[in-house]
């Protein structure tokens, strides 16, 4: 039987070798996503962020880094997860279908100039796959976060939008790599908006 504590070791090597592995061919969608956020936040715009299970999680993680703060003090940021409102997400679901919940949220509260964070570890995701077209609609950006070859997500996005894609084959390491890709993102964002180091 292996032991257990090596097998939770072998997790830290494995996370720590996929972020390495993948650090050079995300560098710079990354670098573009930054600007792409920080232009729309400059110009009044507002992000909004999707994603099921630990991709929900996710979004609204990256939601609460904008509106309050990453590291440093700084003005509330206009961020809003489409996962929280459980009234929204129920009578959508209940009254039409599943896979509108966040696509007429963005239909709703997206307006042109606003930048949409779609975040599925398949790509494939039905729900976020409307999400992104329905922002392409209301003439939003898109930075869509992936994994594996970026699925039907890779496939529709338009010259403007930003594909991070995580290219491996776990779901967890995929998820560990968004999360850090997001925490890149709060930092570029406010070093950007405020310089310093």
Do not use: W
Not at 4 to 12: E, G, Q, S, T, V
Request: aromatic share 4%; proline share 1%; hydrophobic share 45%.
């Amino acid at each position: 039987m292996t032991n257990l504590a090596d097998r939770i070791r072998k997790h830290f090597d494995e996370s720590a070798q996929t972020k390495l592995q993948v650090k050079d061919a995300l560098a710079q969608p990354l670098a573009d996503a930054a600007q792409t956020l920080v232009t729309c936040l400059m110009n009044d715009g507002k992000i909004l962020c999707c994603g099921n299970g630990g991709s929900a999680a996710d979004s609204q993680h990256f939601a609460a880094e904008l509106i309050n703060r990453f590291e440093i003090e700084r003005p509330a940021l206009a961020a809003i997860a489409l996962t929280t409102d459980s009234s929204v997400l129920t009578s959508i679901a209940n009254d039409y279908d599943y896979n509108q919940i966040f696509s007429k949220q963005v239909r709703g509260l997206g307006m042109a100039g606003d930048v949409l964070i779609a975040i599925s570890t398949s790509g494939n995701s039905a729900n976020v796959v409307e999400a992104v077209h329905a922002a392409h609609e209301r003439d939003m950006r898109v930075i869509a976060l992936t994994g594996h070859e970026g699925g039907l997500m890779g496939e529709i996005l338009e010259a403007d939008d930003v594909h991070v894609c995580v290219n491996v084959g776990r779901t967890a390491r995929i998820q560990e790599v968004h999360l850090l890709a997001l925490h890149c993102l709060c930092d570029a964002i406010d070093h950007l908006l405020l310089g310093g180091e």
